[in-house]
């Protein structure tokens, strides 16, 4: 008994630890770590209930490990994001004036604005709904996260982890956002070229996965100095968070009165309220696909160092514009098929 509850008060020292590190990263990232908590409860307690290896005893006595361990993982490293971007403002209608000599074009509110200079006829009014996003998003950035689970009892290849990743802002800025030919109607011309708005814009995620691991190693406990493939796959509940600052670069959007309940109007071109805050912009979920690739190295008995790469795939990541105090939203574009391709180094223990 004594042995036992020395090993039973070092592990939960240890386990104390262990998230008070974790806790200290995730406050830093200004996490909540809320999330992390509830999953730790829900993996934790197999592993209070006995500190032994889980086993089983013969006729003779003799202890047999069945390989089942509790596991614990650290990681963090580069995430490199990709995505085609989609125009998603739907209908907006706006007026164009096209220079006779030139053929050059700007928005009615553009024009007048210069005074309604001579030389000028009306182009037509086009959609900007029907403009392609200037170029698709790219980024690194830095990405952490940690994980729990359980190795199976006389399957100990198999690893099933609840985790949690962290991958930091992704900058998104363009000018112009919007370009392309754009068809008109009720004017002199019928397809012209236009550009359209500026976007400084971020995105961060938040995931929530459980994943299922498959170790490429004999018996039923890894051996040290030894590297050990691994294959993983699973689902993630992914939170997304943007910001988006708009402006009317153009003059092309102060024409339509909708958009006035996210900015006022200064000399007849729209200033968006932009707020700064993420929480004033609705936040995107997806149901996330995962898929992992890694190998692992044991440096000390249940001590590996982990290296890896894992693949994550979301459907569609939106931007909004909001109001000041972030009631009013209007889609403005996406990032469809989104990839996050993260390259991963970190600490697993199993006890």
Known sequence: MPVRAFFVSFYYA??????????????IMKKNIFIFSI?????????????????????????????????????????????????????????????????????????????????????GYGDLGKLPVNGDLKGTVFTAGASIGLTLPNRPQ??????????????????????????????????VHV???SAESTVSTDVVSLMAYYDFFEGNEKR?????PYVGFGVGY????????????YGDLSYDPDLIAFGTLSNNIIQFDNPSNA???????????????????????????DASLRLMYLPKVTWNIANAKGTVHREWFAAEDMFYTNLMIGLRFEF
């Open 14 to 27: 240890l386990f104390f630890f262990l998230m008070l590190f974790c806790g200290i990263i995730l406050v």
């Open 195 to 197: 550009s359209s708005t």
């Open 279 to 305: 929480s004033a912009y609705p936040s995107s979920t997806n149901l996330a696909l995962i898929g992992a690739l890694g190998v692992s190295y044991g440096v000390a008995k249940s001590t590996f160092i």
């Open 158 to 191: 198999w690893r099933i982890e609840a985790g949690y990743d962290y991958i930091t802002e992704i900058k998104y800025n363009k000018r112009p956002l919007l370009e392309g030919n754009l068809a008109l109607e009720e004017g002199n011309a019928s397809v």
């Open 39 to 123: 999953l730790t409860a829900v993996f934790a307690m197999p592993a209070f209930a006995g500190w032994q290896y889980d086993g089983y005893y013969v006729n003779d006595g003799y202890y047999v490990d069945d390989g089942s361990r509790f596991v614990v993982g650290f990681r963090g490293g580069l995430s490199m994001a990709s995505a085609k971007m989609k125009n998603e403002i739907g209908s907006l209608s706006t007026g164009y004036m096209m220079s006779n000599t030139t053929d050059s074009v700007v928005s009615v509110i553009a024009w007048e604005n210069q005074g309604e200079p001579e030389g000028y006829s009306f182009a």
């Open 224 to 228: 040290l100095d030894k590297f050990i």
């Open 238 to 249: 992914a939170v997304s968070k943007t910001v988006l600052k708009l402006t009317d670069t």
